[in-house]
T-cell receptor, first 114, second 110 residues
Framework: DADVTQTPRNRITKTGKRIMLECSQT?????MYWYRQDPGLGLQLIYY???????NKGEISDGYSVSRQAQAKFSLSLESAIPNQTALYFC?????????????FGPGTRLTVL | TQLLEQSPQFLSIQEGENLTVYCNSS?????LQWYRQEPGEGPVLLVT?????EVKKLKRLTFQFGDARKDSSLHITAAQTGDTGLYLC??????????FGAGTTVTVRA
C-alpha cells in the first residue's frame, strides 16, 4: 500500500465551486505539506503543518485553506475555485526528526477548473 | 522568481548515451536534494547531497554538489528507457522549506 495517498486523483469542476482535496499518510510523520505544480514553475508550497495544532501559510496560500484533522490527515480546500487554480496538487510528508527535510510525496491530484 | 535554475529544460537522447542535468543558484544551501517524477506520480527522492564538493553515486547516476554549495549536477551513464522522467532539484532552505527548480524533462528513446 502507498504510504501517502491522495483523493481524488482527477477532478474537473466549474468556477465558483468549493473543492476539497484529501491526503492521508501511514508513514507516521508529523509534518505534512501541500504543493501545486504548474508546467515550467516547479513545485510551490501552499500550506504546511508541523502537527495538528500548527498550520502555516506557504508561498501561495491565497484562495486556499487547509485542515489537519489528525496526524495522518491533511486536506486542502478551494473555497471558490477559479481557472488559474488548474494545476497538479501534491501532498507530502517529512519526518521532524530527519536531518535534511527529505519529503515523501503522494501521487497527486489533477484539478481542472472550467 | 525561482532560487534554483535547471538546465536544460528538455533533453531527449538515445538509449545508451550519457546525459548531464544542471541545477544552479546564486544562493547557498545547507543541502540539496534530487527527485525524479514519472508521469501520473509524485516526485520520489533520489539523493541528498550535504557537503560542498560531495559526489554520490546511485548505480548509473552520479550526483555532485558544488564546492560553494550553490549548484549541483546529475550525470546519467548509459541511459535506459526507465530513466525517462522529470528530474527536480530542491535546495533546503531550513528544516521545513524546500525551494524547487522547474525541472528537466528527460526522454530516453529505445
Amino acid at each position: 500500500d502507498a504510504d501517502v495517498t491522495q483523493t481524488p486523483r482527477n477532478r474537473i469542476t466549474k468556477t465558483g465551486k468549493r473543492i476539497m482535496l484529501e491526503c492521508s499518510q501511514t508513514k507516521g510523520h508529523d509534518r505534512m505539506y501541500w504543493y501545486r505544480q504548474d508546467p515550467g514553475l516547479g513545485l510551490q508550497l501552499i500550506y504546511y503543518s508541523f502537527d495538528v495544532k500548527d498550520i502555516n501559510k506557504g508561498e501561495i496560500s491565497d484562495g486556499y485553506s487547509v485542515s489537519r484533522q489528525a496526524q495522518a490527515k491533511f486536506s486542502l480546500s478551494l473555497e471558490s475555485a477559479i481557472p488559474n487554480q488548474t494545476a497538479l496538487y501534491f501532498c507530502a510528508t517529512s519526518d521532524a526528526a530527519g536531518d535534511y527535510n527529505e519529503q515523501f510525496f503522494g501521487p497527486g491530484t489533477r484539478l481542472t477548473v472550467l | 522568481t525561482q532560487l534554483l535554475e535547471q538546465s536544460p529544460q528538455f533533453l531527449s537522447i538515445q538509449e545508451g548515451e550519457n546525459l548531464t542535468v544542471y541545477c544552479n543558484s546564486s544562493s547557498v544551501f545547507s543541502s540539496l536534494q534530487w527527485y525524479r517524477q514519472e508521469p501520473g506520480e509524485g516526485p520520489v527522492l533520489l539523493v541528498t547531497v550535504v557537503t560542498g564538493g560531495e559526489v554520490k553515486k546511485l548505480k548509473r547516476l552520479t550526483f555532485q554538489f558544488g564546492d560553494a554549495r550553490k549548484d549541483s549536477s546529475l550525470h546519467i551513464t548509459a541511459a535506459q528507457t526507465g530513466d525517462t522522467g522529470l528530474y527536480l532539484c530542491a535546495g533546503v532552505i531550513n528544516d521545513y522549506k524546500l525551494s524547487f527548480g522547474a525541472g528537466t524533462t528527460v526522454t530516453v528513446r529505445a
